[in-house]
């Protein structure tokens, strides 16, 4: 009978692992399928907004040209934060108002 290795993994805090949000926001620019919503491309990154705030990631799902508005947030949301990626999910929808948009 032949052994099999298996490995567990162990939970750990991104934050803890010395690592930030800036951190986060590269890989998942890399990496967009990480986020599980399909395969998506990047289009820009801390994207300046006509409110004065940036856009931490814009994804565009090139299949129906759908765009995602992607904040990052260590730790737990709080109001404010869910506040900021709505106004910047509505000024992209203003922007290209022929496209379906989705905050994240």
Same mark, same amino acid.
């Not at 052994?3 to 010395?18: D, L, P, V, W």
């Not at 590269?26 to 994207?47: C, F, Q, T």
């Not at 260590?74 to 106004?87: A, K, N, V, Y």
């Given at each position: 009978?032949?052994?099999?290795?298996?490995?567990? *993994? #162990?939970?750990?805090?991104?934050?803890?692992? *010395? #690592? @930030?949000? !800036?951190?986060?926001?590269?890989?998942? !620019?890399?990496?967009?399928?990480?986020? *599980?919503?399909?395969?998506?491309?990047?289009?820009? #990154?801390?994207?300046?907004?006509?409110?004065?705030?940036?856009? @931490?990631?814009?994804?565009?799902?090139?299949?129906?040209?759908?765009?995602?508005?992607?904040?990052?947030?260590?730790?737990?949301? @709080?109001?404010?934060?869910?506040?900021?990626?709505?106004?910047?999910?509505?000024?992209?929808?203003?922007?290209?108002?022929?496209?379906?948009?989705?905050?994240?």
């Amino acid at each position: 009978m032949d052994t099999i290795e298996i490995n567990t *993994g #162990k939970k750990i805090f991104i934050r803890n692992a *010395g #690592k @930030d949000e !800036y951190w986060l926001q590269d890989l998942i !620019y890399a990496n967009p399928s990480i986020l *599980g919503l399909g395969e998506l491309i990047p289009v820009s #990154k801390e994207k300046k907004q006509s409110s004065g705030g940036r856009l @931490d990631i814009l994804l565009k799902n090139p299949e129906d040209n759908s765009m995602y508005e992607i904040e990052v947030m260590l730790g737990e949301t @709080d109001p404010s934060h869910i506040i900021r990626t709505i106004e910047y999910w509505d000024l992209e929808k203003r922007r290209y108002p022929q496209r379906q948009h989705y905050p994240v």
